[in-house]
C-alpha cells in the first residue's frame, strides 16, 4: 500500500519557472526523503527531512514538512530541463529496517 | 553513478521460468533493498537484508526468495513467473542505521513473455 501521495500527478512549466511537489501521508513517520527518477531509471536520493524538521534546503531545492497534516512539500527552485523526472517522497517505516514506502510520484516537465 | 551495481540491464524470458537478479550494494553499506516498480502497483518494497540476515519482508510474493551472501552482494530469486511479474527491479543499499538514504541501482528490466 502507499504511504505517501503526491499531488498533482504531472506538473508542466517553463524553464525558470518554480515547481512545487506536494506529498501526504498516513502514519507517523521518523524522516520523509525526496528522491527523482529520470525515466525508466534509477532512483536518486534529493534530500531527507526528518520529524523534528520543518524545513530544508539544498541548492535550488526546498522541502517543508507540516507533522500535524501529516504532508510535505517539495519546492524546486528556478527549473531547469534537466529537472524533468518523476519525484517520489518516501517514508521510513519499520523498527531498525528503514524499508522505503513510496508515493506514485509528480510527472514533472520542464518546456525550455 | 550510485555505487550500486546491478545485473542483468534487461532480461526477457517466458512464463514459468526462473531467473537471478545481482545486485552489489555500495563499498561499505551493510544493508541491501530489493523494490519492484510496476506501473499499476507503482514502487513496491519487497525485502531488505542486513549483513546477511533478512531484517524486513514487504510485499514479496512466495514464488520469489532472496539472499544476501557473505560479500555482501544480493540476489533476487524470481520462479514460476507470470506475465504480471514484468517490471523494473531495482536493488538500494544503505550504510545502516541512523543513515537511511538509500542509495539506488540502475535497476533490472523484467519481461516475461
Known amino acids: 500500500s502507499q504511504q505517501g501521495e503526491e499531488d498533482p500527478q504531472a506538473l508542466s512549466i517553463q524553464e525558470g519557472e518554480n515547481a512545487t511537489m506536494n506529498c501526504s501521508y498516513k502514519t507517523s513517520i521518523n524522516n520523509l526523503q525526496w528522491y527523482r527518477q529520470n525515466s525508466g531509471r534509477g532512483l536518486v536520493h534529493l534530500i531527507l527531512i526528518r520529524s523534528n524538521e520543518r524545513e530544508k534546503h539544498s541548492g535550488r531545492l526546498r522541502v517543508t514538512l507540516d507533522t500535524s497534516k501529516k504532508s510535505s512539500s517539495l519546492l524546486i527552485t528556478a527549473s531547469r530541463a534537466a529537472d524533468t523526472a518523476s519525484y517520489f517522497c518516501a517514508t521510513g517505516s519499520g523498527a531498525g529496517s528503514y524499508q522505503l514506502t513510496f508515493g506514485k510520484g509528480t510527472k514533472l516537465s520542464v518546456i525550455p | 553513478d550510485s555505487g550500486v551495481t546491478q545485473t542483468p540491464k534487461h532480461l526477457i524470458t517466458a512464463t514459468g521460468q526462473r531467473v537471478t537478479l545481482r545486485c552489489s550494494p555500495r563499498s561499505g553499506d551493510l544493508s541491501v533493498y530489493w523494490y519492484q516498480q510496476s506501473l499499476d502497483q507503482g514502487l513496491q518494497f519487497l525485502i531488505q537484508?542486513?549483513?546477511?540476515?533478512?531484517?524486513a519482508k514487504g510485499n514479496i510474493l512466495e514464488r520469489f526468495s532472496a539472499q544476501q551472501f557473505p560479500d555482501l552482494h544480493s540476489e533476487l530469486n524470481l520462479s514460476s513467473l507470470e506475465l504480471g511479474d514484468s517490471a523494473l527491479y531495482f536493488c538500494a543499499s544503505s550504510v545502516g542505521l541512523p543513515y537511511v538514504e538509500q542509495f539506488f541501482g540502475p535497476g533490472t528490466r523484467l519481461t516475461v513473455l
Open positions: 537484508y542486513y549483513n546477511g540476515e533478512e531484517r
